[in-house]
């Protein structure tokens, strides 16, 4: 009877044991099922939290982005309710429009984070270190709060950071990267910092060098593609078949060798975020952040700069006055419905059998003087605007514009079109520390038909003595040649003059002759003195004792002139009197060639233009081979033929165009450099366009 109790009591203690450990394991079952519920609850809750908080990111860069303001500077957080320095300061939004409010964004101006100085963003203290191009964007969901998104974006203007800045496909032909001064006819020479927004692809077969140093980075914001290319050379280094290329500028270590190989810039595929890091994600980075929202394409906002055009006759209303592309590639359709208005803008030139044609755009002109702006409207008016009347370093018109000079030191100025701008000749600086920006809504178009036919062979209505002239700068005597033969006697120089008006100010530093014939003989020589003058009575020497034969040019110190004044010297050096017959002596045609453009050129939706339709195709004859286009601590350069360049029309700058134009038919002497000089003494009130950098969880 004892053992059978003592056994029933076992056996109890047993079934306590084991209801005890079913208990302890049903609780931790319970327990763990409602922790798992809860930890699913809430990561479904974060996921959520994250998903809104990145909305309010892609929210913020597109308010940034679309800027409303009118003021010179962009004021990237007016869109906010209030103030933003202090973490109260949260500013709510309805994001999907049901009237509740889903996210919370903050935004810091010119102040990024800087940990390793135990520096935050969204401190009163404004530690901006340097920060002014830069915004520090945080976004958070309303409800929980639980996800907080830190992005830096870049808020200045992208226009001066590239020689090339294109808004779509391109393909990159033959030698189209070189280093400078190598003169190579590669279409951009030197470091060559660019910028695509959209893919690229290398022409198989082709060739070149692409040097990327310091801060002259390359962005690609889609798929880059080299196969089939034997001789692509990145940083001197050969490159890989089939890659897209990648470094992180802050951390080599994030380089994927399965998927980039490595150079001195960013390069991304189209699965990847441009220039944008996030780390919001685990593992981190990821390259990618899915969306164009990464980057934005500037826009002239018409409001703000006819706000900004504030200064007297900066603004020009005349949006009536934009020409037609059909127009300017072909003489014959000026004056008909190809053209949008009735004015006559194509002049015919004809020698023999050699027809030209110049091209004068209907629109207000602009010449960039020393001290002033010279502007002519279109119905005749003329306006003297001085620099320091220019209101923000702007200039607006509604419509067209044409423009040439040169731009004096220090000066700083930006002309905006809603429509076209015509470069009419060359656009030069005096000295490299000014900084001219052309803003074009449509094109950019430069017009290289300033050039004049001289019939000469009849002496009557070419060359003249002084009284014939309008002022005589020569000295000698001077004998009307009304026959065709003239007798000179021993030791004598008579005096020949040719005055032309080209009907419009010019600008640059040659004067191309073309097919000159020298008249002289070994008893009669001949010498040209050239004059240049603005208003046809105040004349400039610029070259004497010129000896010219063929297409010959004429250089000197770049200036603005409308006047241009040849005397032909003819001297008697037989000790008899001898005749000359002036019809021996002269040329077919005079030009002035554009060689250089010096200044940051957008084209928000168009690109760069020629005007083609004056019958005569750019030759390379009538270009210097040197570099003329860039001013030297001395001042403007004369240009020469003394180099080695193959591209001899050079834009020195930056060109921001939507459609990629490597090259214009029949205009194969084109080249592109680059100007840091521009962002380091920047244009003003450029259009704003922000960049993601990188984004984190906070």
Known sequence: MKRIKENNGTAIILMLVVVS??????????????????????????????????????????????????????????????????????????????????????????????????????????????????????????????????????????????????????????????????????????????????????????????????????LIYGTISNDGVDELKINDSSSKQGYSYFSDPDDSSYDDPDLFD??????????????????????????????????????????????????????????????????????????????????????????????????????????????????????????????????????????????????????????????????????????????????????????PTTRYAVTWASPDSSWQDGSGALANPGDGNSTYPGTATISIPSGIVNTYIIDLDLGKFVTGGRIVLWDYEDGGSLQIKTTLDVFLSRDGTTWNTVLTGENPDGNFPLDFTPQTFRWIRLELQVKNDHPQPQDFNLSSEGFDAIEVPIYAVDAALFTENGTIQVVTGGGVAQDESILPNNNAYQPDAGGLRTPSDSGSYSQRLFFWGTLTETEWTESIPGWGYIAYAYDDNLSLNPPPSLPPSVGLVSLKRK
């Open 262 to 447: 490595t150079a001195e810039g960013h390069y991304f595929s189209s699965a990847h975020l441009p220039s944008c890091y996030d780390y919001s994600e685990t593992p981190s980075p990821v390259y990618y952040y899915g969306g164009p929202q990464s980057v934005s394409w500037p826009e002239i906002k018409e409001t703000r700069y006819q706000n900004l055009a504030s200064g007297t006759n900066c603004y020009i209303d005349n949006d009536t006055e934009i020409n037609k592309e059909t127009e300017w590639t072909d003489h014959n359709n000026d004056n008909t419905a190809n053209d949008n208005d009735t004015v006559t803008e194509w002049f015919q030139d004809v020698v023999g059998s050699s027809t030209s044609w110049r091209y004068y755009p209907y629109a207000p002109r602009l010449i960039l003087n020393t001290t002033n702006i010279s502007q002519k409207l279109s119905d005749g008016t003329v306006n003297t605007i001085d620099y320091s009347d220019v209101t923000n370093g702007i200039i607006y018109a509604e419509g067209d514009i044409s423009l040439s000079g040169i731009l004096p030191d220090g000066k700083q100025l930006t002309i905006v079109s809603g429509g076209n701008i015509f470069i009419d000749s060359n656009l030069l600086k005096e000295i490299n520390t000014a900084s001219l920006a052309l803003l074009a809504k449509h094109n950019i178009v430069l017009n």
């Open 21 to 218: 450990v079913l208990f302890i394991f049903t609780s931790f079952l319970v327990r763990k099922v409602i922790t798992n519920t809860t930890m699913v609850e809430k990561s479904g809750q974060e996921q959520e939290s994250y998903a809104i908080a990145k909305q309010g990111i892609l929210y913020a860069l597109d308010k940034l982005n679309t800027w409303q303001g009118t003021a010179p500077d962009y004021d990237s957080t007016a869109w906010l309710n209030g103030e933003n320095w202090d973490a109260g300061n949260w500013n709510s939004y309805d994001l999907n429009g049901d009237g509740e409010t889903e996210v919370e964004i903050r935004i810091d101006k010119d102040d990024i984070p800087h940990p390793e100085d135990s520096d935050p963003a969204f401190d009163s203290a404004d530690d901006d270190n340097e920060d002014q191009s830069y915004i520090t964007i945080e976004s958070r969901d309303s409800a929980r709060k639980l996800v907080t998104l830190q992005a830096i974006a870049k808020n200045n203007s992208p226009l001066l950071d590239y020689v090339r800045f294109i808004n779509s496909d391109t393909v990159l032909e033959d030698d189209f990267f070189a280093a400078s001064g190598s003169g190579s006819t590669s279409l951009i020479q030197g470091n060559a910092p660019f910028c695509v927004l959209g893919n690229v692809g290398w022409a198989s077969g082709s060739s070149n060098d692409l040097r990327l140093s310091d801060n002259n980075k390359a």
